[in-house]
């Protein structure tokens, strides 16, 4: 995908502005929300800056710490095509595409789509990741979370031969070897996130003199309930010094549970305490998705290819993003909800689908 005139002039002003910001990071970090609220013409990104308008209006934001030390510890280039990637191509354009299609099609597109790899590909198997990727792109979607089994040597692949998408990559430390971060240092859209556990302060040391974009993500069950909440796990990963700090239910929790984490997560964030953003991932992230269009959709695959409905976390026998297209499983399993104007469309494309071939 080229670059339009849009594209290029955001980015020498987002070049401008990282200049500006390594002098006068307050002062210009509030303008540049300013500006952008003015300008901003769709619905994700007006709330987005609506919110930190508000955050940046408290003058002891430990978030102001956290935008210094990313942009004096962060390659410049990574930054901007980080940015680019998930603020235009997939918060702009890519929204600008689901929603098309959402309305003519009547049906959910998610904004991401998140892919478990397995450890050990079977031969063809990268090329029809990097097919899904093309439809996904089609489709809008240009964020990808990646979820490696084993090496990082497929997700490098795809970061790679899909230079306009932003991919966040969750690993554990052992993953990322001396070989593994210097091959990480030549993708400029990659943000890596390092499962929080013994030796994690050692690996994001290494992560960050590669000066690499990164984030410390932790799974909670049950038993760690009591840390999330009492910002225990919060301050132990912010010593990690990581730009987002992501959390995720792990099966054990109740909904309730749930809601209770992200509660928690969202007064963090108000609260600005921490130079770290906290997200519960899959509740951020279909709040993300209700935001660019109506319904919240949130879809991931499994190693095997298979769907994986989410927020229940099920398993859906019978469509594999490797033997069907990732148009017909979101038209199949992904309907706008009953009684919206124009539900009769979606069943009326369902029906011309036919047999058509993954």
Known sequence: MGKDITQVIIETTVRRALKDLRRLPKRTMRNLVDLA?????????????????????????????????????????????????????????????????????????????????????????????????????????????????????????????????????????????????QQARQYQNLLISVALEE???????????????????????????????????LRRAGECRPVFTFFQMESGCTEEQRKAIYSYVCASRKAQTQPTVAMELLCDNMFIDSIISDDACAVAFDTDGTLIRLPEGKRQAGYSIFQSSLYRILLETQPKRDGTPNYETYKKNLMQLGDEAG
């Open 37 to 181: 609220l003015n300008f901003a013409n769709g619905r994700f990104q007006q709330e987005f800056f609506r919110v930190a308008q508000t955050l940046l209006a408290d003058e002891d934001s430990a978030y102001y710490h956290l935008v210094r030390d990313v942009i004096a510890n962060v390659d410049e280039d990574t930054l901007v095509t980080c940015g680019i990637n998930l603020g235009y191509n997939s918060f702009t354009r890519g929204a600008k595409t689901i929603r098309q299609i959402e309305a003519e099609k009547q049906f959910n597109i998610p904004w991401s789509l998140s892919l478990r790899l397995a450890e050990d590909g079977e031969p063809g198997r990268m090329e029809r990741y990097r097919c899904v990727l093309q439809q996904g792109m089609e489709l809008g979607i240009y964020t990808y979370l990646l979820y490696p089994q084993g090496s990082l040597s497929d997700c490098f692949t795809l970061v790679e031969a899909h230079p306009d998408c932003a991919f966040l990559v969750f690993c554990k430390g052992e993953a990322l070897t001396e070989d593994a971060i």
């Open 199 to 233: 030796g994690t302060g050692t690996v994001c040391t290494a992560l960050r003199k590669a000066k690499l974009l990164y984030a410390v993500h932790m799974g909670y069950g049950p038993e760690e309930l009591e840390q999330v909440l009492d910002g225990t796990l």
